[in-house]
Nanobody, 124 residues
Framework: QLQLVESGGGLVQSGGSLRLSCTAS????????IGWFRQAPGKEREGVSC????????KYVDSVKGRFTVSRVNAKNTVYMQMNSLKPEDTAVYYC?????????????????WGQGTQVTVSS
């Protein structure tokens, strides 16, 4: 069974940090671009970041540039997103997704497979 599993979400105070992980099972992430999306209550899902299959290209939505960093360790079949200087407006369910298109044209990929999501809550 092909799966993406996110972890690392939680409750943090404004200004704090979290690191999300996205681990694949049943397939190898090496050939896939990975995107992080988030959906806040009452809002549409938005693309937050993308990392290309080789890790050489990353893209971010403007609201997280300079605060979030996406990286990958293909040997561990895992992609990470380090989130620093968190703000209450970052509160959302965060999802990772895999795309068979290996590059990143922007922060929102066209997903072929979704994870189940992990809640991030930033208190003021």
């Amino acid at each position: 069974q092909l799966q993406l599993v996110e972890s690392g979400g939680g409750l943090v105070q404004s200004g704090g940090s979290l690191r999300l992980s996205c681990t694949a099972s049943g397939f190898t992430l090496n050939y896939y671009a990975i995107g992080w999306f988030r959906q806040a209550p009452g809002k549409e899902r938005e693309g937050v970041s993308c990392i290309s299959s080789g890790g050489g290209i990353t893209k971010y939505v403007d609201s997280v540039k300079g605060r979030f960093t996406v990286s990958r360790v293909n040997a561990k079949n895992t992609v990470y997103m380090q989130m620093n200087s968190l703000k209450p407006e970052d509160t959302a369910v965060y999802y990772c997704a895999a795309s068979a298109v290996s590059g990143c044209k922007g922060p929102a990929i066209k997903p072929d497979l979704w994870g189940q999501g992990t809640q991030v809550t930033v208190s003021s």
